[in-house]
């Protein structure tokens, strides 16, 4: 998978919404599964969701279940995550993340099943 750029990140006020996007470089973007991780400042990073590549199955942390949607388009090379209700608990620097290409490993949390990392950007919920 090549290079990996999120944008979408800004500052919103608590109960609002952004959408995040994750853009692919290279041609193979359709066959890696996709993560969301956040991480603030000497805090480990943190798995938000994931979608698999095969099958489309999805996985997100218990915290922003109802609140997030994480989707694809393969067509475009790109992921999204929609975050609807924001709370200042959100706030962070959100990064994308993809599998090895063709991995058929289930989704993970674990931020080391993942090969290729964007930059981030960064998210600020004010309350």
């Known amino acids: 998978q090549g290079q990996l750029v999120e944008s979408g990140g800004g500052l919103v006020r608590a109960g609002g919404s952004l959408r995040l996007s994750c853009g692919a470089s290279?041609?193979?973007?359709?066959?890696?599964?996709v993560g969301w991780f956040r991480q603030s400042p000497g805090n480990e990073r943190e798995f938000v969701a994931a979608?698999?590549?095969?099958?489309?199955?999805?996985m997100y942390m218990d915290s922003v279940k109802g609140r997030f949607t994480i989707s694809r388009d393969n067509a475009q090379s790109t992921a999204y995550l929609q975050m609807n209700g924001l709370k200042s608990e959100d706030t962070d620097v959100y990064y994308c993340?993809?599998?090895?290409?063709?991995?058929?490993?289930?989704?993970?949390?674990?931020?080391?099943?993942?090969?290729?990392w964007g930059q981030g950007t960064q998210v600020t919920v004010s309350s």
């Open positions: 993340a993809t599998y090895r290409v063709l991995s058929r490993k289930p989704l993970s949390s674990d931020p080391e099943e993942y090969e290729t």
């Open positions: 290279g041609r193979t973007f359709n066959l890696c599964s």
């Open positions: 979608v698999h590549w095969r099958d489309e199955s999805i």
